[in-house]
């Protein structure tokens, strides 16, 4: 079974067409990506899966249930972590996962989970004294303690130094590893390539391309051949570079001459992404 | 399975979430230690330091009474109607009331569990106020426990709606607190909650005359001053129910679960 479809989704606020015709697909034990920059409605698709917003239109299944209209067991089975929340400041981590724990049937031990989510440290520390990576922590061993199927991430990492976002990635691994499909909404390109099976770029409140990130990278732009001639840059593009360096270092060879500074170079996920969003980068700057 | 064993496997689960709900809001309240200072304590130090200033006699009893009766009106007001109105703002606008959506506790029993979280709290208040008055000020336990619960409980309930109403009506955490004082502290003035009116002007009289904490304060000391029953009050009812009515349509129409600040 699917662990989420989507088809035709849409949704306006006004005369703002967020989500205008989504179509995707997670598999169970998936890790997907929905990637693209901010105003692109990625936050609108997840909350209106998580059962936050309806949609006006097309096809939702979210583990079987329709978000609009959840089964009783439909908040059992998600866990979510939203973009931003405060939580209780005065409590402690331990005390916060004790809460949220109570709200589930069969919840996950709580020090299990603190310790997975790695505040085991910081078990009695107030929440108002945890950094902005430990509260975000925190909001993935809430989000865990119910021990859910299915996890949502917005922007799990958004406002990280670098170690703590290894830190962050290291344990959205983890889920993955516990059987967990995870829906990761994203604007880092290195966080979805890193992390998911599965990318979806959306732009404009449409997915624009889906693929696993090598796929991606295989199948849009082609593959840069660089080097030098006589002192000047050259660059080829191409779709069949097996065939093109062959020709080039052949005759290279041939001549007995060098081919300084050669470089054959695979579109990153970046190059293809700055490809798909490039317009609307345009239209912001 | 017997049908009286499906419902108890139905309603134990419910109930089990509320006792941990109610248990949550009160660890949360109290932990808290400006909510705990000033939605607990302040009226307390309030009647300490207004019974020690009033003497004399108010509708022939000792006054102090009657500023027992205006604080137990404030505390009130206080607790069920800016506790709670500042408390639903910061709750909503840091987003926990949306996280806790996504959860599988009922928003019912969410609501539910702060009003007797709330309403616990105010007990506790009510309580402590009777026994600080016996004990520094010699005032009487009241002498008709039951209508004077059933009058607190009518209270709390009205401003418990006005108080989720005027959450709603807030936009933002920032000044919450500014915002909800402005309102409490002129009404618990003209209401008599800081002590009884006579000595007012007229005018201020009539501004205080609409206002639902005069009618709460009056329906107050009917019953303690006086040990009349809270029904012998029809008036200060029916405006009671009337302020209540009004905030509770207000706060079911406005209600929202996620931050107004986006």
Redesign the interface.
Known sequence: MHAIEVSGLRKAYGNLEAVRGVDFTIEEGEVFGLLGPNGAGKTTTVEILEGYRRRDAGEVRVLGHDPDDPGPDFRERIGVVLQSSELWPNLTVRETHAIFAGYYHAPRDVDEVITLVGLEEKTGARVKSLSGGQKRRLDLGIALVGDPDLVFLDEPTTGFDPAARRAAWEMIRSLRSLGKTVLLTTHYLDEAEQLSDRVAVMREGLIVRVGTPADLTTTDLQTEIRYRRNGEDVLLRTDEPTRVLAELTSAAVARGEELEGLQVRRPSLEDVYLALTADEAEVES | MSAEAIRLAVRR?ARR?FV?QLR?EQ??FW???EAAFFIFIFPLLLFVLLGSVYDGKFQHVPVRWAVLAGLVGYGCANTSFAGLAIQLVLRRE???L??L?????PSATYIVALLVSTLLVFGLQALALFLLGRVLYGTPFPSDIGSLVATLLIGSAAFAALGTATAMAIRSAEGSSAAVNFVLLPMAFLSGGFGPTTGYPAVLRAIGDVLPLTYFVKLVNAVYLHGHGFWTQPEALLVLAGWGVAGLVLAVRNFEW?PRER
């Open positions: 689960p979430l941990h949550t660890l949360v932990r808290s230690r840091s987003g926990v949306k996280r959506r996504s959860t599988p506790l996620e």
